[in-house]
């Protein structure tokens, strides 16, 4: 598979060739074939997008896989939002592959995670559909966060019931999760967890919701 795209790679690079390059004389061996010249191609890389387009090329891999937990986690959070940012600027599924095979084999075991940064959002009802099922790459996630249920006294018969649990991807939680910890100028440059003490249940509701829709997660 490696091999197979490593050619599907050469082929799609040959596209971004410049018409004035020299060929080789026709009638004799190799007539009509791209001619090399020294100093030619100097200062030009080619790539996938270097005709105007956006690049595909994959960024350069780390010369050594990550060996400890916490730095193997951030550099497969770096891929997927790699992987996002290059789908989300329409390069294609190439760039998306290619970039996944050179650094993503070393991440083999976050792979379900890298994956399912890629979700596009859904609605309330289908992110509730895989509640407990503790499938790779997704967990679940409190809307209104179980800390609230000791600052807001509010009971566990609300903070685990079945209308305020979903399944999201797992990076798209740690999101969430920074998310509420972070100063925001929205709440007067608060933390969301901060503005949220002493509010009703149906503040803390809508801020859950604006918490998912903000890291992708919630149509």
Do not use: C
């Amino acid at each position: 598979m490696l091999l197979a795209l490593a050619r599907l790679r050469a082929l799609v690079e040959k596209a971004g060739f410049n018409p004035d390059q020299p060929r080789l004389p026709p009638g004799g061996p190799g007539g009509g074939q791209w001619n090399y010249e020294e100093g030619y191609a100097q200062g030009r890389k080619p790539g996938i997008g270097h005709n105007e387009g956006p690049t595909l090329d994959p960024p350069e891999p780390p010369k050594d896989p990550p060996k400890d937990k916490v730095s193997k986690t951030q550099a497969a959070k770096a891929l997927a939002k790699e992987i996002a940012r290059r789908a989300l600027r329409r390069a294609g599924p190439i760039g998306a592959a290619i970039t996944a095979i050179d650094i993503g084999r070393r991440l083999y075991s976050e792979y379900p995670s890298i994956r399912s940064y890629q979700d596009k959002p859904q609605t309330l009802g289908e992110l509730q559909q895989n509640v407990g099922k503790r499938r790779p790459g997704y967990e679940d996630h409190h809307i209104v966060e179980r800390i609230a249920g000791k600052t807001g006294g509010f009971p566990d018969s609300m903070i685990n019931g079945i209308d305020n649990v979903v399944s999201v991807p797992k990076y798209r939680h740690h999101v969430i999760s920074g998310w509420y910890n972070t100063p925001n100028k929205d709440f007067g440059m608060q933390k969301p967890r901060d503005y949220l003490r002493g509010k009703d249940w149906s503040e803390h509701v809508r801020i859950g919701h604006m918490a998912m829709r903000r890291a992708g997660v919630l149509k």
